[in-house]
Nanobody
Framework: VQLQASGGGLVQAGGSLRLSCAAS????????MGWFRQAPGKEREFVAA????????VYTDSVKGRFTISRDNAKNTVHLQMNSLKPEDTAVYYC??????????????????WGQGTQVTVSS
């Protein structure tokens, strides 16, 4: 499956952005989807994930209550709504697809396909 992330940009602290990830090539509803991020000099880290059915989401603690992951299987898209952004949210954000259902959503090596990343910069 091919993944194309978009929606990044520059925003002030407290602002919002909505990231989108468009999938093509295979049946989108056969994949759990995740968002990860990587800041300069740091490892790629888990942000959020959603089950293939759309029922069931998980978040890293630092974004709980601020970010919301959702998906539209009819449109082959997954979104990450990011509110109350903080400078520490600055990173390249990647969407990823996992063919194995359930299990570990948090590890990068559980995901089979990756998008190209979209830059999110939050100014203070």
């Amino acid at each position: 499956v091919q993944l194309q992330a978009s929606g990044g940009g520059l925003v002030q602290a407290g602002g919002s952005l909505r990231l989108s990830c468009a999938a093509s090539g295979r049946t989108f509803s056969n994949y759990d989807m995740g968002w990860f991020r990587q800041a300069p000099g740091k490892e790629r880290e888990f942000v959020a994930a959603i089950a293939r059915s759309g029922v069931g989401t998980v978040y890293t603690d630092s974004v709980k209550g601020r970010f919301t992951i959702s998906r539209d299987n009819a449109k082959n898209t997954v979104h990450l709504q990011m509110n109350s952004l903080k400078p520490e949210d600055t990173a390249v954000y990647y969407c990823a697809a996992k063919s194995y259902s359930g299990g570990d959503y948090y590890s990068t090596n559980r995901y089979d396909y990756w998008g190209q990343g979209t830059q999110v910069t939050v100014s203070s």
